[in-house]
Structure formats: structure tokens, C-alpha cells
């Protein structure tokens, strides 16, 4: 009698043990089904999707690049302009519909400065706002939003690549 128990312990330490080593198994087989290894050295893209604006008047222009990262709005902005102060700094905003708020942080001639900003898509192209600021300290705001025009700046879409070559200063 005793063999016999010997025998059926022995069996369900056995029976145990592959049950573990099986679910551990599976347990290893869905950890790595869900690591995935990239077949190449490719750099994995950004989950934003970057566009481009331009543009060019005379020898005046406006650069600006955007992302849109799960709703929030970042990017830059450049204003070269001949024979006036020109700015360059960081956007930051949200999207409402086709409209644009965003608030530009900038230096000009050594000072930093914010200053919103509006801007309408329409056909691929951005349309600024155009309204009356307020000044409180560093920060411009438009004194009423409902009265905005856009009618000013109209940048046209354009390629990114190579385009931080456009946001330098030369």
C-alpha cells in the first residue's frame, strides 16, 4: 500500500510540475507575442503628423511648422523681414474645427515676448487673424476674438523636408 501512494505522489508531483512549466510556457509565449522587434535599423516615426507653412513676400517671409500630438498643437514660428525686427520662437495651442489658437513665444531684439495668434485652414492653407491687441506686460492678446479677420498672412502648405533649414537665422 505504501508503493502505491508512493507511486500516485510521485505522479501528481509530476502531473503538477508540467502543469506549471505549461503555463508557464504560455504565459512566456504571450509576453513575447506582444513584443514586437523591428525587422530593420529604420528610426520608428512620430505618432504626430508634421506639416509645413510658407510664406514669401518680396523679402519678407513667415515660416511655421506644426504638430498635432493628441490634440495639442506645437511648433515654430520665423517672421524674417527686411529692414524690420524679425522673431522666431514656439508655438503651442489647441485646434477647434478649422481654427487654430495658438500662443507664440518668441525673443526680438533680446526681449521675450508672447503673443496669441489665430489662424484659419482653409484649402490646405493657413489664414491669420488679424484683430487689436491688448498689451499686459510680455503677453499680447487679441482684445476680441469675435471681431477677427483673417485676412492676413496666408501661408501655403509646403514640403518639411529640409525645412528647419528655414526656421535659422542666417
Known amino acids: 500500500m505504501k508503493k502505491i501512494l ?17 503555463e508557464t510556457s504560455s504565459t512566456n509565449q504571450t509576453i513575447d507575442s506582444l513584443v514586437i522587434i523591428p525587422e530593420s535599423n529604420e528610426p520608428i516615426e512620430s505618432s ?3 506639416t509645413c507653412y510658407l510664406e514669401a513676400i ?17 511648433g515654430k514660428v520665423r517672421y524674417k523681414n527686411f529692414e524690420k525686427d524679425s522673431s522666431s520662437g514656439d508655438l503651442i495651442g489647441n485646434q477647434n474645427g478649422d ?6 513665444n518668441f525673443e526680438s531684439e533680446g526681449v521675450m515676448s508672447e ?3 489665430y489662424f484659419l485652414k482653409k ?3 493657413l489664414v491669420e487673424g488679424i484683430g ?19 485676412d492676413g498672412h496666408v501661408l501655403k502648405q509646403v514640403d518639411c523636408t529640409d525645412f528647419e533649414k528655414n526656421m535659422k537665422s542666417k
Open 6 to 22: 508512493f507511486i500516485v505522489l510521485i505522479i501528481s508531483l509530476a502531473v503538477s510540475c508540467d502543469k506549471n512549466s505549461t
Open 48 to 50: 504626430s503628423l508634421q
Open 58 to 74: 518680396n523679402k519678407d517671409s513667415v515660416f511655421i511648422t506644426l504638430e498635432d500630438n493628441l490634440g495639442t498643437i506645437t
Open 99 to 104: 481654427t487654430l489658437r495658438l500662443v507664440y
Open 115 to 117: 503673443r496669441e495668434i
Open 123 to 125: 484649402d490646405g492653407n
Open 132 to 150: 487689436e491687441h491688448k498689451v499686459e506686460g510680455i503677453k499680447s492678446t487679441y482684445s476680441n476674438r469675435s471681431e477677427l479677420k483673417y
